[in-house]
């Protein structure tokens, strides 16, 4: 079962970046394909990014160009570099398994002020 702490997110003006992180444990990390999620409130989850155990990345419509997925096998850790930031990223923002995701953790907040 995943267990993932998700790190990083605050208050940023439009235009601005962040960069989220996530340590995951109860898997064999390196061998999982992770994603970011968020939930922007009202609505319901969705994926951000996703990057595979060999590091291919994908991305929502909705961030190419301006969100960078990566991981850190030795550190169990994935990242999520955002730039460019809108208002419409505001959102609580998850890791986790992709596809397939497991128990979810607690997120991290992220609100962009316009």
């Known amino acids: 079962q995943v267990h993932t702490v998700e790190s990083g997110g605050g208050l940023v003006q439009a235009g601005g970046s962040l960069r989220l992180s996530c340590v995951a444990s109860g898997i064999i990390f390196r061998l999982n394909a992770m994603g970011w999620y968020r939930q922007a409130p009202g609505k319901q989850r969705e994926l951000v990014a996703a990057?595979?155990?060999?590091?291919?990345?994908t991305y929502a419509d909705s961030v190419k160009g301006r969100f960078t997925i990566s991981r850190d096998n030795a550190k169990n850790t994935v990242y999520l570099q955002m730039n460019s930031l809108k208002p419409e990223d505001t959102g609580v923002y998850y890791c986790?398994?992709?596809?397939?995701?497991?128990?979810w953790g607690q997120g991290t907040q992220v609100t962009v002020s316009s």
């Open positions: 990057i595979t155990s060999g590091g291919t990345t």
């Open positions: 986790n398994r992709f596809p397939g995701p497991g128990a």
